[in-house]
């Protein structure tokens, strides 16, 4: 039986066990997570498990970068079942902040990524991204980590905190990890749970369009309109679905693409019913 | 004659030398400055001496907060003066990275603080603590100091950079320290190398501003109105001189006061010919 997990929930004590770990000559990684933690966290936990001496897994469900308050009330909550996953995967330290320790009274600082941040859920979602480079500032500043992992079903987010912590000199090696999927294919998410029995099956359309697209470009189409069209049409298709945006994107700059010649990769966000969901995935 | 200090100019060297003076136990001190160096950045660079064991001052004249291509182009450059009072004041190490180094191609990140960065300066120099913010945010992700030492003269810009830390939990003592004054009251700037004689003996209406606020506390005013009229009649009475803004502010919220009764601050700006002053003092 390993060690429970240390819990620390004011950032001054988790700065002062980071230092203690590095001053012991000791490895720091983090993994980010607003708890209700799934196998997708936790293939994150055991890459970070194996790269790092002290582990940190941060759950902090942060007001800041939700723009919609029904979806932050509804965010689902799961702190025993959190924490018995957490002393399973033998992480070290459960980094979990209250709101008020993290956003007191008088907080007025913002951290923010300006191009990356345009479209796709920075369109969809004002204020989102402002919210997660802001609180994932605070996650490097408070654990000072030397890696940090996140998932690819987050692609922009991955790209944006990328590029925040090579632009403010984080010292932070961003670390991206593929998706993990149920067996037919849909993304593990904690707002899954929400899926009705009938939304949970037309969920599956996301995938779909993903590998509609990469087939038409694995059979040789390059004109993204063409392809942009077949995938938005499989989701026009599936009954109860409906498309916030579908966008074939260069993989660094998230630029959107004309034609496929380099490396690219296909992002879409869709609606069953209240439920939002998002996806990606290279298609060359 | 003491070791010359060590020049670093990449974020990751700098990182790695703060980390490895950590690792010997020592506090890491810095003094923020874009050279020019006068007594006033002296007096911080002493303190900070006498309050860590490895001594950093960065220089770096920073594009990014100055709103006025001249006002940049025609900052004061003294690399080598620098360099020997860096070497007389026991400083450890210079960081002096270069601009590509700091806002390299693609850069696109920003550090702001909402509230008190509306006002005085923020209204007359729109962008400024943009830039001010976010490279400071830099160089405390990059030398990591338990302390960094700031002076009053730029009063508004500490109160900034002691509510960003503490904002995002960024773990750096935040230290301001009182303005250094010639004889006559003039406080030292790098900028006042550009006035020219009569400038310079004109420049002391900002000193004598805030002598008669004073002069007025002391002696029973309340009305702040009164007072910033006083004040105000001393620069329009000054040939040449031409007022930006003039305000009294509480020290901590640097919000406008109407009356005084706890502790207030007053804040000018003030132009003589192409030069601009700022100065402050404690009213009470």
Known sequence: MPDEPLVIRDPAAMTAASRAARARGQRVGLVPTMGALHAGHLSLVDYARANSDLLVVSVFVNPMQFNNQGDLDNYPVTWEADFALCAQHRVDVI??????AMYPEGFQSKVLVEGLTQEMEGEFRPGHFDGVTTVVLKLFAAVRPDMAAFGQKDYQQLKVVE?????????VKVIGRPTVREPDGLALSSRNVHLSPDERQRALCLRRALDQARELAAGGETEVAAIEAAAGEVIAQTEGARLDYLAVVHPDSLERLQRLQGPSRMCLAVWLGDTRLIDNDALN
Chains 1, 2 share one sequence.
């Open 95 to 100: 980094y979990a902040p209250t709101v008020d």
């Open 163 to 171: 590029r925040m912590s090579q632009d403010l000199d984080l010292g």
